[in-house]
């Protein structure tokens, strides 16, 4: 046992306007208690962080951006930096399969970021995942090795504490199809992922590390995921943005964890 705490981060992806997200906030935290052995993140978009900012209950959510560039500053057009992003989110959510697949971005793109996220004291979740097409051709070991290796080539044993990854298949995230990964068929996935840093870090480092699970969770569903063994977590995405739901994901780990999960 390990005194980690269990991070469910919710992606709002490119959804809710300012009042629309501090109405989501508001319900969020009339509905979620402050629980110790429990973080909670919030990851809005990009315009919205800074209000959110001012109105959260530090001791109850943290923010995430979803993304972010890896240069700290410079004639980028449209861009953001980890850099002006310091001071507002702990964490920044770096190379989820939207980004991958829709904006092109490539290994070496979120090695960048991770290193970007961490050169600037934001810790990067970083997601990694196979899709479909990799799934059936029993490719995923190789996929999650590729990513996860490049992604920390220029991570050092200090900073490899602060990494979190989420295990997302691109399958099982709703806008690729959404199809349910059972949990039994993933355990050996994260066995594997936590192998990967042991032997790029270490023992100990492949202890620390937190690794989530991420792929339509849901307030019915989460408990599965976060029963696996060393699943520190859940990325969620579409159930993120109804209160109710994610409350209830909230809810459902407070109640697993005073049970006594081991
Ligand atoms: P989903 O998204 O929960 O809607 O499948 C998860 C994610 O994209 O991180």
């Not at 989501?24 to 900012?53: F, G, K």
């Not at 972010?68 to 702990?90: I, P, R, W």
């Not at 602060?162 to 295990?167: E, K, Q, S």
Request: proline share 3%.
């Amino acid at each position: 046992m390990t005194n980690k705490r269990t991070l469910i981060v919710a992606n709002w992806k490119m959804n809710l306007n300012t009042s629309q997200a501090s109405i989501l906030l508001h319900r969020l935290h009339e509905r979620i208690r402050i629980h110790r052995d429990i973080e909670v993140v919030l990851a809005p978009s990009m315009l919205v962080l800074q209000p959110l900012s001012v109105q959260i209950d530090r001791r109850k959510f943290r923010l995430a951006a979803q993304n972010a560039h890896h240069k700290d500053e410079g004639a980028y057009t449209g861009e953001v930096s980890f850099t002006m992003l310091q001071d507002l989110v702990h964490y920044a959510i770096v190379g989820h399969s939207e980004r991958r697949i829709y904006f092109n971005e490539s290994l070496e793109d979120t090695r960048d970021k991770v290193a970007a996220a961490l050169r600037n004291d934001i810790t990067p979740i970083l997601c990694v995942g196979e899709t479909e097409v990799e799934h059936k051709n029993k490719e995923t070991r190789q996929v999650l090795h590729d990513q996860i290796v490049t992604a920390l080539s220029n991570v050092s044993s200090s900073e490899i504490k602060d990494i979190v990854i989420a295990y997302e298949p691109v399958w099982a995230i709703s806008t690729f199809g959404g199809k349910l990964a059972k949990p039994s068929d993933i355990e050996p996935i994260f066995e594997y992922i936590r192998m990967q840093i042991r032997e790029l870090y270490g023992p100990k480092a492949a202890k620390v590390v937190r690794v989530l699970y991420g792929g339509s969770v849901d307030d019915q569903i989460a408990r599965g995921y976060l029963e696996i063994e060393g699943c520190d977590g859940v990325l969620v995405g579409g159930a993120s943005l109804n209160y109710h739901k994610f409350a209830g994901i909230v809810d459902s780990t407070y109640k697993m964890l005073n049970e006594g999960k081991s």
